[in-house]
Protein backbone atom coordinates (compact mmCIF):
# COMPACT_ATOMS: atom_id res chain seq x y z
CA UNK A 1 0.00 0.00 0.00
CA UNK A 2 1.31 3.59 -1.09
CA UNK A 3 1.66 5.80 1.92
CA UNK A 4 0.85 9.65 1.27
CA UNK A 5 2.14 11.81 4.26
CA UNK A 6 1.23 15.28 4.07
CA UNK A 7 2.21 18.45 5.73
CA UNK A 8 2.29 20.84 7.64
CA UNK A 9 -0.58 19.17 9.65
CA UNK A 10 -1.94 22.78 10.13
CA UNK A 11 -1.02 25.75 8.41
CA UNK A 12 -2.55 29.04 10.24
CA UNK A 13 -2.52 31.75 7.37
CA UNK A 14 -4.45 35.02 7.00
CA UNK A 15 -6.32 36.22 4.21
CA UNK A 16 -4.23 36.88 1.64
CA UNK A 17 -1.35 35.08 2.23
CA UNK A 18 0.15 32.30 0.24
CA UNK A 19 0.16 28.76 1.80
CA UNK A 20 2.44 26.03 0.48
CA UNK A 21 0.97 22.18 1.11
CA UNK A 22 3.10 19.34 0.84
CA UNK A 23 2.52 15.57 0.04
CA UNK A 24 4.99 12.45 0.02
CA UNK A 25 4.78 9.03 -1.42
CA UNK A 26 5.93 6.39 0.23
CA UNK A 27 7.11 5.34 -3.20
CA UNK A 28 6.56 6.48 -7.09
CA UNK A 29 3.26 7.87 -7.57
CA UNK A 30 4.06 8.79 -10.98
CA UNK A 31 1.89 12.01 -12.00
CA UNK A 32 -1.07 10.15 -10.56
CA UNK A 33 -1.59 12.69 -7.45
CA UNK A 34 -5.12 14.57 -6.65
CA UNK A 35 -5.76 17.25 -4.33
CA UNK A 36 -9.53 17.63 -2.82
CA UNK A 37 -10.91 19.89 -0.64
CA UNK A 38 -13.20 19.69 2.37
CA UNK A 39 -15.13 21.93 4.75
CA UNK A 40 -16.93 21.00 7.70
CA UNK A 41 -20.11 19.14 7.58
CA UNK A 42 -19.74 19.00 3.41
CA UNK A 43 -18.04 16.47 0.97
CA UNK A 44 -14.71 16.61 -0.48
CA UNK A 45 -13.99 18.65 -3.23
CA UNK A 46 -12.10 17.80 -6.60
CA UNK A 47 -9.24 20.33 -6.76
CA UNK A 48 -6.52 18.71 -9.16
CA UNK A 49 -6.05 15.90 -10.76
CA UNK A 50 -2.68 14.21 -12.32
CA UNK A 51 -0.41 16.69 -9.80
CA UNK A 52 -0.69 19.90 -11.93
CA UNK A 53 -4.18 19.81 -13.72
CA UNK A 54 -7.27 22.21 -12.53
CA UNK A 55 -10.65 20.25 -12.06
CA UNK A 56 -13.73 22.22 -13.67
CA UNK A 57 -14.71 25.09 -12.12
CA UNK A 58 -11.34 25.56 -9.96
CA UNK A 59 -10.30 28.94 -9.58
CA UNK A 60 -6.50 29.65 -10.80
CA UNK A 61 -5.20 30.41 -7.27
CA UNK A 62 -4.74 26.84 -6.91
CA UNK A 63 -1.85 24.86 -8.70
CA UNK A 64 -0.33 21.67 -8.38
CA UNK A 65 2.98 20.66 -8.89
CA UNK A 66 5.11 17.89 -8.81
CA UNK A 67 5.97 13.91 -9.81
CA UNK A 68 7.04 10.62 -8.14
CA UNK A 69 6.84 11.02 -4.42
CA UNK A 70 6.58 14.94 -3.75
CA UNK A 71 3.80 17.06 -4.32
CA UNK A 72 2.72 20.64 -3.97
CA UNK A 73 -0.58 22.41 -3.69
CA UNK A 74 -0.25 26.19 -3.43
CA UNK A 75 -2.72 28.51 -3.09
CA UNK A 76 -1.48 31.88 -4.56
CA UNK A 77 -3.56 34.01 -2.09
CA UNK A 78 -6.06 32.85 0.35
CA UNK A 79 -9.83 33.72 0.43
CA UNK A 80 -11.89 33.68 3.38
CA UNK A 81 -13.82 30.81 1.68
CA UNK A 82 -10.25 28.59 1.55
CA UNK A 83 -9.99 27.46 4.71
CA UNK A 84 -10.52 24.12 5.16
CA UNK A 85 -9.07 20.76 4.83
CA UNK A 86 -6.77 19.43 1.94
CA UNK A 87 -6.33 15.85 1.24
CA UNK A 88 -3.90 14.22 -1.83
CA UNK A 89 -5.18 11.04 -3.09
CA UNK A 90 -2.88 8.42 -5.06
CA UNK A 91 -4.16 6.47 -8.29
CA UNK A 92 -0.88 4.87 -8.97
CA UNK A 93 -1.68 1.49 -7.14
CA UNK A 94 -4.47 -0.19 -5.71
CA UNK A 95 -5.27 0.39 -3.04
CA UNK A 96 -6.46 3.57 -3.41
CA UNK A 97 -5.21 6.14 -0.52
CA UNK A 98 -5.15 9.24 0.97
CA UNK A 99 -3.17 11.62 2.68
CA UNK A 100 -4.16 12.17 6.41
CA UNK A 101 -4.83 15.96 5.59
CA UNK A 102 -3.56 19.31 6.02
CA UNK A 103 -5.78 21.86 7.62
CA UNK A 104 -5.33 25.58 6.83
CA UNK A 105 -6.48 27.50 9.24
CA UNK A 106 -7.47 31.60 10.32
CA UNK A 107 -4.54 32.94 11.78
CA UNK B 1 -26.06 18.55 -12.38
CA UNK B 2 -24.85 15.79 -11.06
CA UNK B 3 -26.83 14.26 -7.92
CA UNK B 4 -25.52 11.18 -5.85
CA UNK B 5 -27.95 10.39 -2.78
CA UNK B 6 -27.14 8.00 -0.13
CA UNK B 7 -29.35 5.93 1.46
CA UNK B 8 -29.59 3.65 4.20
CA UNK B 9 -27.26 4.34 7.31
CA UNK B 10 -28.07 4.28 10.61
CA UNK B 11 -27.06 2.27 13.66
CA UNK B 12 -26.52 -1.28 13.69
CA UNK B 13 -25.08 -3.59 16.66
CA UNK B 14 -21.52 -5.12 15.89
CA UNK B 15 -21.86 -8.14 13.60
CA UNK B 16 -25.03 -7.03 11.91
CA UNK B 17 -25.47 -5.97 8.41
CA UNK B 18 -26.74 -3.08 6.34
CA UNK B 19 -26.88 -2.08 2.85
CA UNK B 20 -25.89 1.24 1.57
CA UNK B 21 -27.81 2.81 -1.73
CA UNK B 22 -26.77 5.30 -3.68
CA UNK B 23 -29.04 7.08 -6.38
CA UNK B 24 -27.79 8.68 -9.44
CA UNK B 25 -29.67 11.46 -11.22
CA UNK B 26 -28.39 13.85 -14.08
CA UNK B 27 -25.66 12.02 -16.04
CA UNK B 28 -25.10 8.89 -17.70
CA UNK B 29 -24.45 6.46 -14.77
CA UNK B 30 -23.66 3.28 -16.85
CA UNK B 31 -20.76 5.04 -18.60
CA UNK B 32 -19.37 6.05 -14.78
CA UNK B 33 -16.69 3.94 -12.62
CA UNK B 34 -18.14 4.24 -9.09
CA UNK B 35 -16.77 3.92 -5.76
CA UNK B 36 -17.45 4.12 -2.01
CA UNK B 37 -15.25 5.99 0.39
CA UNK B 38 -15.14 6.51 4.13
CA UNK B 39 -14.93 9.04 6.76
CA UNK B 40 -14.58 8.17 10.25
CA UNK B 41 -15.85 10.71 13.01
CA UNK B 42 -13.45 13.66 12.87
CA UNK B 43 -10.77 11.35 10.78
CA UNK B 44 -9.50 11.82 7.43
CA UNK B 45 -10.83 9.89 3.82
CA UNK B 46 -10.51 5.87 3.35
CA UNK B 47 -11.24 4.54 0.01
CA UNK B 48 -13.83 1.47 0.32
CA UNK B 49 -14.46 -0.07 -3.03
CA UNK B 50 -14.65 0.28 -6.40
CA UNK B 51 -16.81 -1.05 -9.25
CA UNK B 52 -16.36 -0.35 -13.04
CA UNK B 53 -18.79 0.39 -15.57
CA UNK B 54 -20.41 -1.70 -18.04
CA UNK B 55 -20.75 -4.94 -17.49
CA UNK B 56 -17.51 -6.42 -17.13
CA UNK B 57 -17.65 -6.22 -13.06
CA UNK B 58 -14.43 -5.47 -12.56
CA UNK B 59 -14.23 -4.83 -8.67
CA UNK B 60 -11.56 -3.63 -6.00
CA UNK B 61 -12.18 -3.70 -1.88
CA UNK B 62 -9.57 -2.45 0.52
CA UNK B 63 -8.18 -4.69 2.47
CA UNK B 64 -9.87 -3.62 5.85
CA UNK B 65 -13.60 -4.55 4.01
CA UNK B 66 -12.29 -7.71 1.93
CA UNK B 67 -14.31 -10.52 2.14
CA UNK B 68 -17.17 -8.36 4.64
CA UNK B 69 -18.18 -5.74 1.98
CA UNK B 70 -19.69 -5.91 -1.63
CA UNK B 71 -20.24 -3.53 -3.99
CA UNK B 72 -22.45 -3.68 -7.03
CA UNK B 73 -24.75 -1.32 -9.56
CA UNK B 74 -28.03 -1.60 -11.17
CA UNK B 75 -27.28 0.62 -14.73
CA UNK B 76 -30.92 0.27 -15.33
CA UNK B 77 -31.97 1.96 -11.82
CA UNK B 78 -29.26 4.23 -11.57
CA UNK B 79 -28.48 2.97 -8.33
CA UNK B 80 -24.73 1.85 -6.71
CA UNK B 81 -24.75 -0.44 -3.66
CA UNK B 82 -22.67 -1.40 -0.36
CA UNK B 83 -23.77 -4.40 1.30
CA UNK B 84 -21.92 -4.37 4.59
CA UNK B 85 -21.73 -7.96 6.67
CA UNK B 86 -20.11 -8.59 10.05
CA UNK B 87 -20.09 -4.35 10.95
CA UNK B 88 -17.12 -3.83 13.45
CA UNK B 89 -16.58 -0.90 15.67
CA UNK B 90 -14.13 0.77 13.53
CA UNK B 91 -16.56 0.56 10.79
CA UNK B 92 -18.59 3.61 12.10
CA UNK B 93 -18.31 6.70 9.58
CA UNK B 94 -19.87 8.70 6.80
CA UNK B 95 -20.22 6.95 3.54
CA UNK B 96 -20.11 8.91 0.22
CA UNK B 97 -20.70 7.52 -3.07
CA UNK B 98 -18.14 8.65 -5.29
CA UNK B 99 -18.68 9.21 -9.31
CA UNK B 100 -14.69 8.58 -11.32
CA UNK B 101 -14.00 11.61 -13.08
CA UNK B 102 -13.31 10.57 -17.08
CA UNK B 103 -10.61 12.69 -17.22
CA UNK B 104 -8.78 11.03 -14.62
CA UNK B 105 -9.52 7.44 -13.80
CA UNK B 106 -10.20 7.00 -10.12
CA UNK B 107 -10.17 10.32 -9.11
CA UNK B 108 -13.46 11.60 -8.10
CA UNK B 109 -15.01 14.64 -9.30
CA UNK B 110 -18.63 14.24 -7.74
CA UNK B 111 -19.81 13.21 -4.66
CA UNK B 112 -22.46 12.54 -2.46
CA UNK B 113 -23.64 14.22 1.02
CA UNK B 114 -22.64 10.98 2.81
CA UNK B 115 -24.68 8.50 5.02
CA UNK B 116 -23.51 7.60 8.53
CA UNK B 117 -22.93 4.41 9.46
CA UNK B 118 -22.45 3.85 13.81
CA UNK B 119 -21.93 0.24 14.80
CA UNK B 120 -22.44 0.20 18.42
CA UNK B 121 -23.82 -2.15 20.74
Known amino acids: EIVLTQSPATLSLSPGEGATLSCRASQSVSSYLAWYQQKPGQAPRLLIY???NRATDIPARFSGSGSGTDFTLTISSLEPEDFAVYYCQQRANWPLTFGGGTKVEIK | EVQLVESGGGLVQPGGSLRLSCAAS????????MDWVRQAPGKGLEWVSYITSGDDNIIHYADSVEGRFTISRDNAKNLLYLQMNSLRDEDTAVYYC?????????????WGQGALVTVSS
Open chain 2, 26 to 33: EFTFRNYR
Open chain 1, 50 to 52: DAS
Open chain 2, 98 to 110: AREATRGYHYFDS
